[in-house]
Each structure stands twice: as C-alpha cells, then as structure tokens.
C-alpha cells in the first residue's frame, strides 16, 4: 500500500468514524429518552377498568 | 419549468419520508458513492490516488454550507413567521453543518499533507477563510447556551445563525481571489472543470451526503423535541 492509498484510506476512515459516532451518541440519547417515558408512564395514574365491569343494557 | 410555490411545497414534503426510508436510502447512496470512488472513477493524472479525497472533502463542503445556509433559512422564518419549530430546526441545522465543517477541515488536511507536505498552510486564503467560518458557527453554540432558554436566547441565536451565512460566499469567493493558487479550482463560471466518471461519481457522492445529512438531522431533530416534551410533561407531573 503506497503512501497516498493509506492517506486516502485515513480520510474515508475519519469520515466513517464520526458519523458512527455520532449515530452512537444519538441511539444513547434516545435510549435515555426512552427510559424517562417508561419512568413517567409509570408515575402516571392508571386508567380505571370500568368499561369492562359494566353490563351491556339496551339502548332505545 | 415549476412555481416557487410548487418547489417549497416539495420541500416539505420531504419531511413526511420516514426516517428507516431515509437511513436505508442514505446507506445505499454512500456505499454506492465509495464504490464509484475506489473502483469506477479514473486516477488523476496529476494527483494521483490522492485525487480521490476530492470526491468526499467537497461534497462535504458543499453539505456544510447547505446546512449553514438551511439554518439560517429557518432563523429567518423564526425571526419573520414566529413560527415555534423554526428556532430548534435551525440549531440543528447549524449542528449538522458544524459536523460536516468538521469533516471538511479534517479531510481537507490529509489531502494538504499528501498534497503539499503540510497538514495546515496558513497563507492560503481559502483555508483560513473556511476555518474562520466555522470558529463563527461554533460560537454560534457559545451563545446560544450562554442565555436563558425562551424567545431572548431563540432571538438571539436566530438573528447570529443569519449573519454567519453572509460569511459563505466569502469562504467559496475566496478561491477566486487567492493568489497563491495551490488550492484546486474545481468549479468556475463555465462549470466544473473535470467531466465523465469523474463528475458522475462526484454528483453521486454530493447526493449521498446531501440525503445522510437530512437524515441525520431528521433524527436529532427528532430526539431534541422529544426530549423538549419529556421535559414539560415532567414540570406537569412534579
């Protein structure tokens, strides 16, 4: 490999790292993210099930 | 030919693309793009194998000043419309662009050393003028997160990124007026100066960063307003 093929080879290989980098940070970040809805869907007060307890009557 | 009307129209369009859709279409155009760079496009004559930096160093550019260019563009629309989404596109935009800035600086040296010896040439006007462009955008980031978020620091930011757009065509200017000569001219006013393989392999990698470069900043977009509603949804909740 000529000194030009491995000067080359660096600037693709720069290229690539920092936009893997950068999809790292962002997939940790949205991990993050993803771990605070659960933490607040989990403070959040349930639904009631009342639907499911009512008998059906007719209607009209 | 087509309205201004009907082309902004297609422009937001471009938002309704899903995001896999955009990452898949990304991979695609940039593994399609090195392909063409290290098997298809010829071996300058001049250059040698070194030449083939250029088909990834000036796209980037070109993608750096088109983020620049939309994130002033959405500052305009934050400072004329007041529209509430404009100031956190534009942030994203300016983020995007100092990436590829980045890129460009770092690519830009490894062609200097191959090419002239030097990892920096300090008297060449194209050079510094890039590098000075992108110190401005990085203060951009300074200010931003000196002042209180709400409309003062949205205002701010927003009338800052419309400034350093002024410096763009400086930057692409100074080519011209450099006397030194030892950065490549490789666009002019007649067009670009190489043709065939070369030139298809050079749109084809512009068009891959173009569209990764979307894509990225549809994704940070993303995760930066669902990280603004967490935030208010917990205010709600404390």
């Known amino acids: 490999m000529s000194v030009a093929e491995k000067y080359v080879t660096a600037a693709y290989c720069v290229v690539f790292a920092v936009v893997l980098l950068y999809v790292v940070i962002m997939a940790l970040k949205l991990q993050r993210l993803e771990r605070e809805v659960d933490e607040l869907a989990g403070r959040a007060p349930a639904e009631p099930e009342a639907d499911e307890e009512r008998e059906p009557a007719p209607v009209g | 030919m087509s309205a201004p009307g009907a082309t902004i129209r297609r422009t937001v369009g471009l938002s309704r693309i899903p995001l896999p859709a955009l990452a898949a279409a990304s991979l695609v155009l940039v593994t399609t793009a090195l392909v063409l760079v290290f098997f298809v496009a010829p071996t300058d004559i001049n250059q040698g194998f070194s030449q083939r930096i250029f088909y990834f160093h000036v796209s980037l550019a070109f993608t750096a000043y088109a983020c620049f260019v939309c994130g002033a563009w ?165």
């Not at chain 2, 080519?175 to 000569?181: A, D």
Request: net charge positive; charged share 15%.
């Open chain 2, 74 to 238: 959405q500052a305009l629309r934050h400072l004329w419309k007041r529209d509430p989404r404009a100031d956190l596109q534009s942030y994203v935009c300016v983020h995007q662009g100092l990436i590829f800035g980045a890129l460009v600086l770092l690519t830009g040296s490894i062609w200097a050393k191959i090419s002239w010896g030097h990892w920096w040439v300090w008297g060449e006007d194209e050079l510094v003028l890039f590098l000075i462009l992108y110190l401005f955008y990085c203060a951009y980031f300074m200010l931003r997160f000196s002042v209180e978020p709400g409309t003062q620091r949205a205002n701010l930011s927003a009338v800052y990124a419309l400034f350093g757009v002024v410096l763009i065509p400086v930057s692409f200017a100074a080519i011209r007026l450099s006397k030194e000569f030892l950065h490549p001219r490789v666009f002019t006013l007649s067009g670009p100066n190489f043709g065939g393989w070369i030139l298809v392999t050079y749109c084809v990698a512009q068009a891959a960063l173009l569209v990764l470069a979307y894509t990225l900043y549809r994704l940070e977009l993303a995760g930066k307003r669902l990280d603004l509603r967490l935030r208010e949804l917990r205010e709600v909740l404390a």
